[in-house]
């Protein structure tokens, strides 16, 4: 029989932190104008979530593309999760994109 290990995180997110931090996420999902989507970084910033830059973009087809991006919790990477950012960019006849962001 194979025992598996369970991973050990150094600086996991506590459950409530994720919790508050997946409702300011849930306030910018939805179709919104990119302008208001920089403010998410400041309100996850004051729980002491520091997401930085965005990278890793991989486009998934029909004008879509999304992120998995690892963030700081308290000035320490944090192991055991990420931010999931996922945007849809709407047509010529708005400048709104149609967001889905949260964090696992």
């Known amino acids: 029989m194979i025992?598996?290990?369970?991973?050990?995180?150094?600086?996991p997110i506590p459950a409530n932190i994720r919790k508050k931090a997946n409702t300011i996420c849930q306030k910018y999902s939805g179709w919104h104008d990119p302008?208001?989507?920089r403010n998410l970084w400041n309100e996850l910033?004051?729980?002491?979530?520091?997401?930085g830059m965005l990278t890793n973009r991989?486009?998934?087809g029909a004008g879509?593309?999304?992120v998995t991006q690892p963030f700081e919790y308290n000035g320490e990477v944090c192991?055991?999760?990420?931010?999931?950012f996922d945007c849809y960019e709407g047509n010529y006849e708005t400048t709104k994109?149609?967001?889905n962001i949260y964090i696992s």
């Open 3 to 11: 025992k598996i290990q369970e991973a050990k995180y150094s600086n």
């Open 35 to 37: 302008s208001e989507i």
């Open 45 to 51: 910033l004051e729980l002491g979530i520091d997401v």
């Open 58 to 60: 991989r486009e998934n």
């Open 64 to 66: 879509g593309w999304t």
């Open 79 to 84: 192991d055991n999760s990420m931010l999931v």
């Open 97 to 99: 994109n149609d967001y």
